[in-house]
């Protein structure tokens, strides 16, 4: 995917439940010209997920380029 197609990056965030427990989780979603890219989903506090989502789009470049 050529960097000019990326138009913007986002973090969805949506509830699941498991065990009686409702989890918070975290996804990095690229917008690009041809769709949306979903990628690097992850648990965590919401301080934490800025950082968590530029280093999973960071790694997804390194490792597929």
């Known amino acids: 995917?050529?960097?000019a197609a990326i138009q913007n990056i986002d973090i969805a965030q949506e509830w699941r439940s498991s065990r009686g427990r409702?989890?918070?989780v975290f996804q990095v979603q690229l917008q690009?010209?041809?769709g949306t890219v979903r990628f690097g989903e992850f648990e965590g506090g919401?301080?934490?997920h800025q950082q968590i989502a530029t280093q999973a789009v960071?790694?997804?470049?390194?490792d597929n380029t």
């Open 1 to 3: 995917m050529p960097i």
């Open 22 to 24: 409702r989890n918070r």
């Open 32 to 34: 690009t010209t041809g």
């Open 46 to 48: 919401a301080a934490q």
């Open 58 to 62: 960071i790694r997804a470049f390194r």
